[in-house]
């Protein structure tokens, strides 16, 4: 299977996708999931060679003030500690370009604000591969 580059982030990848924004822990499209992740790794080897794994910041603590770098780093830390992971290989800013869904900008016109600041902390230490 071919390999590409994944953006800039240097992580390369087989392309092969599984979103889980409408899975829940019950229901039926989380059974599905399961079921397609766990065959994939009967078939294809180990989980973390197999699979890229991206989550979105600003999820925890709800609600989450995107000004407020003690919920930021929170939120980061409990998306870790829900996926069970050390590290995250994909950490994203949700709906960076859309006012009123999350104000993650102080500088809309520069977009600057303390969300990169604290995505920068991790990454840094490791615990983020790449932020988008």
């Given amino acids: 299977m071919e390999y590409r580059p994944l953006g800039r982030t240097g992580i390369e990848f087989r392309r092969l996708e599984l979103g889980g924004v409408s899975m829940s822990s019950r229901g039926e499209p989380y059974e599905q999931a399961k079921r397609a992740v766990g065959r994939a790794l009967e078939e294809l080897g180990e989980l973390e060679r197999l699979l890229i794994l991206s989550t979105k910041l600003g999820g925890w603590p709800d609600p989450c003030d995107p000004q407020n770098t003690d919920h930021l780093r929170h939120s980061v830390e409990e998306s870790r500690g829900l996926l069970r992971r050390d590290t995250i290989d994909i950490f994203m800013i949700d709906e960076p370009d859309r006012p009123g869904q999350h104000d993650w900008w102080s500088d ?25």
């Fill in 108 to 132: 809309w016109d520069a977009f600057n604000g303390p969300v990169l600041a604290v995505l920068d902390e991790p990454k840094r230490d490791g615990a983020i591969r790449a932020t988008g």
